[in-house]
């Protein structure tokens, strides 16, 4: 009866698969780490359920632990648990046909130059990394159901794989690699390996018979007993980072939770590289009894980026993961942590030259919050940080700064989206806040606009788009150039007859310093800024009416001057010229969505500006 059945990788994992096989010399080693960690999530999960009541588990009383073992002579690594095991169904979607998420993932980074093949266990592909170092591998395995069969999995990681039944196993999973040279055959290496990356491990793990780990979980050690080098080592083991942590975090709390945790902040935001949105990954305990890795609901997700663990003896133990995710204790659990993570990142963000690297890495997770999460959204707000008028370069501000920079008279916090700091410092929506000295948030991120248009209000203090802000400039002493009151109201008039339906108003800007004319987006209207972003998302359909913009011109401008003028001489070309001020304005205010469509009638105007003599 023993029949095998022949599989075939799919295809994403035959590509993982010949990356991986050509992955670096020093990268190699880090299949040891994955290994590992498969056993002890194996065994953890077994632990899980043998507190859970009534569930049935075969041979209960074999011990939980990992064996290691090398043999130089066959070329051999073999690593044995004593966990869950798989059934066959397990074999096939754990280890080959049913798409990983996180494989596609891990392909598209590794893609990118800065693709390091040891962050493969944040994929969730980790199990692969074995075919660094094998040229064939053999995964024995029988699950702790009392009525399960047992399987033999074996692939030589290239065409793919077959699963044969297997009588007499043991509860639990054993791995061999038939390696392809002798390095990870020797003990020595391979201890190396472990103390370096597995030494946290909470389940005995002994190598040719002899123990290697120290076993005590970490977060239930005194803090006074944990060394930096203890907390690096412990993230780089559940981060799966070659890298130390950024930040780190490690606190106690009994009321009104007893809650024990270590947390930790990457350096680095996988999302960045991969554009995909990543898991939370921290891991629920209950008295040193894994409840569920990477749980839901521990955090909310714009604190996504956090790795770690949580222990809470308030758990009830026998909890099923799936009420765990909506019970009112996680929730409440949820809220401390959140806090303290608030409180902790404000702690961590008066090293400012360390937190901006934090935040141009993690910030795009806190706009996040502070568009979703209406709860925390004020105490978010202060993690924020802009470039602003006032900064330099990519240096930047937080708002709370913003706020105490403020004149007596500059009530509102004011923000301008432009594409970079030049374009910004350029734009007529800045001129009037230049002259007054008023310092200027620059949003380089359209997203960004949208973020504070949700936050609302900062300290009390409104925050307005430039272009709207409600703001004027004294008219200047020397008025030589400027049109009289007079004038004014001609030349209104004249443009409101020849923009039409084209703008909502037409009036004297009190604003403006040295551009002729500025449009302003009306209110009610969805901006230009939105209305791209909905076109970004493909929500065409919901795309709300273009808001008419009001035109304001600049009556101690040389070229309103010339157009008054010029309106009485030849009106024709007065109304083009006219039309070509509305386009500049509203190109520079970004609302015209193809600059290209205003160049006909520039050339135009050109042609008969610069007649050809004959
Ligand atoms: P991850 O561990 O992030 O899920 P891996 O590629 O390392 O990704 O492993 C894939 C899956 O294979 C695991 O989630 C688990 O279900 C299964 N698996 C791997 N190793 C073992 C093991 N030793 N015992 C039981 N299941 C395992
Ligand atoms: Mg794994």
Redesign the pocket.
């Known amino acids: 009866m023993s029949k095998t059945e022949k599989h075939e990788f799919q295809a994403e994992i035959a590509q993982l698969l010949e990356i991986v096989i050509h992955s670096l010399y020093t990268e190699k080693e880090i299949f040891v780490r994955?290994?590992i960690?498969?056993?002890a999530?194996?065994n953890e999960?077994l632990q899980f359920l043998q507190q859970t009541a009534g569930t049935e588990i075969f041979e209960a009383d074999r011990a939980l632990s990992i064996h290691v073992s090398t043999d130089e002579t066959a070329k051999t690594f073999t690593?044995v648990?004593t966990?869950?095991?798989?059934t066959q169904a397990?074999l096939v979607?754990?280890?080959g046909t049913i798409a990983?998420s996180?494989s596609k993932a891990f392909l598209e980074q590794i893609k990118e130059s800065k693709g390091d093949a040891r962050l493969i266990?944040q994929?969730?592909?980790?199990?692969?990394?074995a075919f660094m170092a094998a040229e064939s591998v053999t995964?024995s395995?029988r699950s702790y159901r009392p009525d399960a069969q047992g399987y033999v999995w074996t692939s030589d990681g290239k065409t793919g794989y077959e699963i044969t039944p297997a009588e007499n196993l043991e509860r639990?999973?054993k791995?061999v690699l038939q390696l392809r040279d002798t390095e990870f055959a020797s003990a020595f290496r391979i201890e190396e390996v472990i103390k370096k990356y597995s030494n946290f491990v909470s389940f005995p793990i002994e190598l040719n018979g002899n123990p290697v780990n120290t076993i005590q979980p970490l977060w239930t050690k005194n803090r006074s007993e944990i060394s930096d080098e203890d907390y690096t080592e412990f993230y780089k083991y559940i981060g799966h980072d070659v890298n130390g942590p950024q930040y780190r975090l490690h606190f106690n709390a009994d009321a009104p939770l007893s809650i024990k945790a270590i947390l930790f902040v990457p350096e680095r935001n996988t999302e960045l590289m991969t554009m995909s949105r990543q898991e939370g990954e921290v891991h629920l305990y209950c008295k040193r009894v894994l409840i569920t890795a990477k749980a839901k609901g521990l955090f909310p997700e714009w604190l996504r980026f956090l790795k770690g663990v949580v222990d809470s003896e308030d758990l009830p133990l026998n909890i099923s993961r799936e009420t765990m995710q909506d019970s009112s204790l996680l929730r409440k659990i949820n809220e401390v942590l959140t806090k303290r993570v608030l409180k902790w990142l404000e702690e961590e963000s008066k090293d400012s030259d360390k937190y901006a690297k934090f935040f141009a890495q993690h910030g795009h997770c806190l706009k996040e919050g502070v568009a979703t999460d209406w709860s925390h959204k004020e105490a978010i707000a202060k993690l924020l940080r802009f470039k602003s008028s006032h900064t330099e370069g990519d240096a930047t501000t937080s708002l709370a700064d913003y706020v105490s920079r403020m004149p007596e008279e500059h009530k509102e916090i004011y923000f301008l989206h432009a594409p970079d700091r030049e374009a910004a410092e350029a734009s007529p929506e800045f001129e009037v806040f230049r002259a007054k000295g008023w310092e200027v948030i620059f949003l380089e991120d359209p997203r960004d606009e949208f973020v504070l248009e949700h936050l609302h209000s900062f300290d009390g203090k409104t925050l307005v788009a430039a272009a709207k802000a409600d703001i004027k400039l004294e008219r200047p002493e020397d008025r030589s150039k400027g049109l009289s009151e007079s004038q004014v109201e001609g030349l209104v008039a004249f443009l409101k007859a020849t923009f039409g339906e084209r703008v909502s108003e037409v009036r004297a800007s009190e604003r403006l310093v040295g551009s002729p004319a500025v449009v302003r987006e009306a209110d009610g209207g969805m901006n230009a800024n939105m209305r791209r972003m909905m076109k970004m998302m493909g929500k065409e359909d919901s795309l709300g009416l273009a808001a008419k913009p009001e035109f304001e011109l600049n009556p101690d401008h040389g070229i309103i001057a010339g157009l008054e003028q010029l309106r009485h001489s030849d009106e024709g070309l007065a109304r083009q010229l006219a039309g070509q001020l509305l386009d500049n304005a509203m190109v520079s205010a970004g609302l015209i969505e193809d600059p290209r469509a205003v160049f006909a009638r520039l050339n135009h105007l050109l042609e008969k500006l610069i007649p050809v003599k004959s």
């Open positions: 994955e290994l960690s498969n056993a999530d194996a999960k690593i648990d966990g869950i095991g798989m397990e979607e754990n280890l990983h996180g266990g994929f969730g592909v980790g199990f692969y990394a995964v395995t639990g999973t791995i």
